[in-house]
């Protein structure tokens, strides 16, 4: 009896370890890079976002889908160029994680723009969304968009159909001014 206690803590071990180990996630990442000035986060919850009276019925139900968005933007300047370099190759390597599967990906002008998701690619809605835009000369954001069956061509309808969000946020307008945004 005891010596089977201690081949089942054995496994409970290396099973605890092996689920940790591979969580070199962009949610340890985000709680890592909270505290760093280079970094702006923001939480914005679901519930900030409004919409207009007539947006189509899959907008709505995008909406319902979603819990919430984490944002972290790196700004880089003069003085903390080495730090962007290290920094952009970590976020980089997380994404490459096998647990993202990539959307879409857009180039231009010396601008990245990178969505993943994940989930399995044989459902057609899915928890989690991964937006990672960067640019050599401002630096780079980094958006989860967390929420329940999330399906893709609803957010895009949503996305759409946005009318207003509160700008109040002091987050909300440092968040605004990395991408030259005005968010009143």
Do not use: H, W
């Not at 984490?70 to 980089?92: M, Q, S, Y």
């Amino acid at each position: 009896m005891r010596k089977l206690t201690t081949i089942m803590a054995a496994v409970g071990l290396v099973v605890l370890a092996a689920c940790a180990g591979s969580e070199a996630s962009l949610q340890k990442y985000y709680i890592d890079s909270q505290d760093n000035k280079n970094f702006i986060s923001v939480d914005i919850p679901a519930s900030i976002i409004a919409l207009k009276d007539d947006v189509p019925a899959e907008a709505r139900e995008a909406l319902s889908s979603l819990k919430k968005m984490n944002v972290l933007a790196f700004r880089k300047n003069a003085t903390n160029g080495a730090e962007f370099e290290v920094e952009n190759k970590k976020v980089k390597e997380i994404l490459k994680s096998s647990k993202f599967s990539e959307l879409m990906r857009v180039k231009d002008k010396g601008r990245n723009v990178v969505i993943k998701y994940e989930g399995d690619e044989d459902t057609e809605s899915f928890d989690e969304v991964v937006v990672y835009a960067s640019d050599k000369e401002t630096g780079f954001a980094l958006v989860r968009v967390l929420g329940d069956d999330m399906k893709p061509g609803n957010i895009m309808k949503l996305m759409k159909s946005i009318e207003d969000v509160d700008g109040s946020s002091e987050g909300l307008k440092q968040i605004g001014d990395f991408f030259n945004l005005k968010i009143d």
